[in-house]
T-cell receptor, first 113, second 113 residues
Framework: DAMVIQNPRYQVTQFGKPVTLSCSQT?????MYWYQQKSSQAPKLLFH???????NEADTPDNFQSRRPNTSFCFLDIRSPGLGDAAMYLC????????????FGPGTRLLVL | DQQVKQNSPSLSVQEGRISILNCDYT??????FLWYKKYPAEGPTFLIS?????DKNEDGRFTVFLNKSAKHLSLHIVPSQPGDSAVYFC????????????FGKGMKLTVNP
């Protein structure tokens, strides 16, 4: 089945130690999104790629970066994780922008020690 | 500043009865609204949407109502089934859906057999 896959499902890192979260999709969608969801909070968009064009949200900290080497893969890099970065990170894709359904992966739960 | 509010964190209903999930928004530029459903250990999945040119959209047991003057939308599930037990997220977008999705915090629905 076509899907959005996130690895790993759980990630533990140390304060200040760089970490990379991975997302892949078999839907061949043009748009890929990264959301951060803290406990009991709404998912919050960090950034998205429309094909190779990177679109950063204004309030996304510089500590968060992203790479999309090809259509299928997108990575979230946290350069120096702080305790406040502990959250669920959700990857989503859509065929195009506009009124297009977003398909979500199961998320990666990040714990910062 | 929360632009999409789901003020009730949880709702419990009996199987066969109606479930009504409410959502309020503050941004008058929002013109496209969606509901997502999330089971534990899975990503959110799209359920139903409505454009601001309509006040009602129906899909099987699920109906979304939009009251633009009150900046309020609701999701009705009739009849409710135990498999509907999940967290439901309300989301909104501006510019006909081309702007980013803004999510509410979610509401946990429990349908008791």
């Amino acid at each position: 089945d076509a899907m959005v896959i996130q690895n790993p499902r759980y990630q533990v890192t140390q304060f200040g130690k760089p970490v990379t979260l991975s997302c892949s999709q078999t839907l061949n969608h043009n748009v890929m999104y990264w959301y951060q969801q803290k406990s009991s909070q709404a998912p919050k968009l960090l950034f998205h790629y429309y094909d190779k064009d990177f679109n950063n949200e204004a309030d996304t900290p510089d500590n968060f970066q992203s790479r999309r080497p090809n259509t299928s893969f997108c990575f979230l890099d946290i350069r120096s994780p702080g305790l406040g970065d502990a959250a669920m990170y959700l990857c989503a894709t859509s065929r195009d922008q506009g009124q297009e359904t977003q398909y979500f992966g199961p998320g990666t739960r990040l714990l910062v020690l | 500043d929360q632009q999409v509010k789901q003020n009730s964190p949880s709702l419990s209903v009996q199987e066969g009865r109606i479930s009504i999930l409410n959502c309020d928004y503050t941004n008058s530029m929002f013109d496209y609204f969606l509901w997502y459903k999330k089971y534990p250990a899975e990503g959110p999945t799209f359920l139903i949407s409505i454009s601001s040119i309509k006040d009602k959209n129906e899909d099987g047991r699920f109906t979304v109502f939009l009251n633009k003057s009150a900046k309020h939308l609701s999701l009705h599930i009739v009849p409710s089934q135990p498999g509907d037990s999940a967290v439901y997220f309300c989301a909104a977008s501006a510019q006909g859906g081309s702007e980013k999705l803004v999510f509410g915090k979610g509401m946990k629905l429990t349908v008791n057999p």
